[in-house]
T-cell receptor, first 114, second 111 residues
Framework: GAVVSQHPSRVICKSGTSVKIECRSLDFQATTMFWYRQFPKQSLMLMATSNEGSKATYEQGVEKDKFLINHASLTLSTLTVTSAHPEDSSFYIC??????????FGPGTRLLVL | QKEVEQDPGPLSVPEGAIVSLNCTYSNSAFQYFMWYRQYSRKGPELLMYTYSSGNKEDGRFTAQVDKSSKYISLFIRDSQPSDSATYLCAMNSGGYQKVTFGTGTKLQVIP
């Protein structure tokens, strides 16, 4: 199947700093990518839809100024957590549908804010 | 009422057993149905992807969709300890649309 990568796989940062997470579709182009957050023992919660060439669409309750999304190209979307706080510590996962409309997920990025 | 309901388990079975995992949904717009497997601290891995009602088989896995009842199932035959993971049902209204997940069922296969 198609491959979606994420970088970094794990990041630890101090409170107040910003963290950028990259999501790449390695063997297909994705005009749309999705960002999810998963807390321990919970399911994935959609944060936003990343659209190449236009603004991201955020789910209700997700602060767009805190979670900046940039879909820089047809294979890259980035999520920047600005002024991170301990409550932002979570597992962030991206997904992208391939040309057959099958959604593939990245391996996830574990963020720990101290 | 949640759009997708899934029994969180945990479900514990002996090795070799047939496992049945189920989800119900309320949104008639859902047309695409997926099952993902997620190991601890890893991203979800696609197991099965179906569009129409009926059965789809892939190795030891069979996905079943009943749109009239808004009910989907995943069957695992000859379960192995390596199948121990959380299984997430997921669905959307179109391939490029956002995916709605069930809460996930934690499965443990005991050797």
């Amino acid at each position: 199947g198609a491959v979606v990568s994420q970088h970094p796989s794990r990041v630890i940062c101090k409170s107040g700093t910003s963290v950028k997470i990259e999501c790449r579709s390695l063997d297909f182009q994705a005009t749309t990518m999705f960002w999810y957050r998963q807390f321990p023992k919970q399911s994935l919660m959609l944060m936003a839809t990343s659209n190449e060439g236009s603004k991201a669409t955020y789910e209700q309750g997700v602060e767009k100024d805190k979670f900046l999304i940039n879909h820089a190209s047809l294979t890259l979307s980035t999520l920047t957590v600005t002024s991170a706080h301990p409550e932002d510590s979570s597992f962030y996962i991206c997904s992208a549908p391939d040309y057959q409309e099958t959604q593939y997920f990245g391996p996830g990025t574990r963020l720990l804010v101290l | 009422q949640k759009e997708v309901e899934q029994d969180p388990g945990p479900l514990s079975v002996p090795e070799g057993a047939i496992v049945s995992l189920n989800c119900t949904y309320s949104n008639s717009a859902f047309q695409y149905f997926m099952w993902y497997r997620q190991y601890s601290r890893k991203g979800p891995e696609l197991l099965m992807y179906t569009y129409s009602s009926g059965n789809k088989e892939d190795g030891r896995f069979t996905a079943q969709v009943d749109k009239s009842s808004k009910y989907i199932s995943l069957f695992i035959r000859d379960s192995q300890p390596s199948d121990s993971a959380t299984y997430l049902c997921a669905m959307n209204s179109g391939g490029y649309q956002k995916v709605t997940f069930g809460t996930g069922t934690k499965l443990q296969v005991i050797p």
